[in-house]
């Protein structure tokens, strides 16, 4: 094979063009770098974008996006984007047990109350809870002990699901390989029991779902939004895999299929995982780690139905499903997602790492209308989706990527590299803390065009 060099000079290569790739390089190019994106794949976004099915605009996975209101992808969105993509509101989050719905219970009047599970249970959870602070205050390191080990062992079986439903969608394992840290947001708590206080308070006081909204016009609008935001300066290939990167103490050329490229900083968004092979001669402790994280493994069934079937503006976890499945009812969001009177319903169930593909689909399928079987006679279209929601579940045994990493000019971002939040957010806080870096490096004089812009707006 014949590997051409780009004769172009960028200062920036940015490595994949899922949602962190797209917002580095918007962020870095706006700060004044020359930018060029490479993607391997045909279509930009990752696993967040939409297409066309059967006249359904169907996205890459149902998405709720969190911390809307003073979350990371609103502080990107308000210095970076010419165009801010609209967002409804997302709605209660809603349990289903059996054939009983009642919204999640956030707070502890309505954890109380909470009549989906025995009361027996709920007092001994907010007693197992309130444990973590003598926990703490003893010394221990929450990051080392399973929900599982919190939890009393005599808790029935449905309170089990319903802790399991949590712990699968929110960090992408089970109770017995969550910790406990994973529900104390990791950058606001450094182990001080009044910090931890002030986070239990958050999750007991706050209607935890009150800043999450659904894109109008689905995943598609966010990457439009960032596309047309994208100055002059920014070059997107696509259908283009980078092979290698070539690296001493820094990084020397980006090698691609197609082409090799010089450059003063590589932003890496693939799997880090990736990275020992893409990599010669990393430093052992480091890749080792990268090579102990675990993939996070979703499978999506999308529905179109000829009729409205769920009502409920708001999405509902499922705790009954085998496996475990989240049910959002896209088109309640937003009609223009289905055909005129037509609902399109995503079901996200998490899954095992090793499985059998057909076999889990129909699992899935059969279990959807176990659970609603009237469903089955208005199903006029099925879709299904195999898609890694997060690229590291935070598990307590395995490895996590970083943002830093040990070559100079070469930087991590993505949901494998940061550990607060999820998804979107989690991506976005990821390219947040890399532009800070490369600041505090001298790299990027960040802030400079944003506090432009509010000079401008003050004129
Ligand atoms: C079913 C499902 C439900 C979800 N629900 C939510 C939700 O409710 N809320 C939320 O916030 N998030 C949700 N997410 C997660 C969210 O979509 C992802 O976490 C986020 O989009 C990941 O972005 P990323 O940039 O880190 O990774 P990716 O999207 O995986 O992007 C990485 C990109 O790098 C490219 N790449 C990799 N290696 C190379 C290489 N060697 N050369 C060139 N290109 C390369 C890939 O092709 C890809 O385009 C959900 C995801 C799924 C699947």
């Known amino acids: 094979m014949v590997i051409f060099m780009d004769n172009d000079n960028y200062d920036v290569v940015v490595i994949g063009a899922g949602i962190s790739g797209l917002l580095a390089a918007l962020a870095l190019s706006k700060e004044g770098k020359s930018v060029l994106i490479l993607e391997k794949e045909e279509n930009i976004g990752g696993v967040c974008r939409s297409y066309d099915v059967d006249g359904y605009k169907i996205d890459t996975g149902p998405h709720a996006i969190t911390r809307l209101e003073r979350g990371p992808l609103k502080e990107l969105m308000d210095r970076y984007f010419d165009v801010i993509p609209q967002f409804v509101p997302f709605g209660k989050y809603n349990v289903r047990i059996g054939d009983e719905v009642k919204p999640f219970p956030w707070n502890i009047n309505s954890w109380l109350t909470f009549g989906l599970i025995p009361k027996t249970d709920r007092l001994l959870i907010m007693k197992s809870l309130f444990n973590t602070l003598y926990l703490l205050n003893a010394g221990k390191n929450l990051s080392d002990i399973s929900i599982q080990e919190l ?66 016009g689905g995943l598609l609008s966010i990457i439009n939004s960032i596309l047309i935001s994208f100055p002059k300066n920014v070059k997107i290939n696509n259908n283009e895999e980078v092979v290698k990167i070539q690296c001493s103490e820094k990084v020397e050329k980006v090698i691609t299929n197609k082409c090799s490229y010089n450059c003063d900083t590589v932003v890496y968004s693939g799997f880090a995982s990736d990275l020992p092979h893409l990599i010669d001669d990393l430093p052992h402790e480091y890749a080792q780690n990268l090579n102990k994280i675990k993939k996070v493994n979703s499978l999506t069934i999308w529905l179109g139905l000829n009729k409205k079937i769920f009502e409920n503006y708001g999405s509902e976890m ?142």
Not at 171 to 178: A, K, L, P, Y
Not at 185 to 201: A, M, V
Not at 328 to 351: E, Y
Request: aromatic share 12%; with cysteine; net charge negative.
């Open 318 to 459: 499922w705790i009954d499903s085998d496996p475990y499945a989240w049910m959002v009812p896209v088109s309640n969001f937003d009609s223009s997602m289905a055909p005129k009177g037509n609902q399109l319903v995503g079901f996200a169930f998490t899954i095992p790492e090793d499985y059998d593909t057909m076999e889990i689909r129909k699992k899935a399928l059969n279990s959807i209308i176990k659970i609603q079987p009237d469903i089955e006679k208005h199903i006029e279209m099925i879709h299904y989706q195999d898609l890694i929601p997060e690229k590291a579940a935070w598990d307590i045994n395995s490895g996590f990527g970083d943002v830093e990493t040990p070559i100079n000019n070469l930087y991590c971002v993505g949901t494998d590299t940061e550990k607060r939040s999820a998804g979107v957010s989690r991506a976005a806080y990821s390219v947040l803390r890399c532009l800070e870096i490369m600041e505090s490096e001298g790299n990027i004089n960040q802030f400079q065009i944003f506090n432009e812009k509010l000079e401008l707006a003050a004129k």
């Open 151 to 216: 939890i009393p062992e005599n808790i029935s079986s449905t309170t089990r699901r319903f802790l399991n439903w949590i712990c699968y969608f929110l960090v992408g394992t089970s109770i017995e390989n969550t910790a406990i840290s994973r529900f104390i947001d990791n950058k606001t708590n450094k182990g001080s029991p009044i910090k931890y206080i002030g986070s239990l308070y958050d999750l007991f006081v706050t209607e935890g779902a009150q800043d999450q909204g659904y894109p109008k």
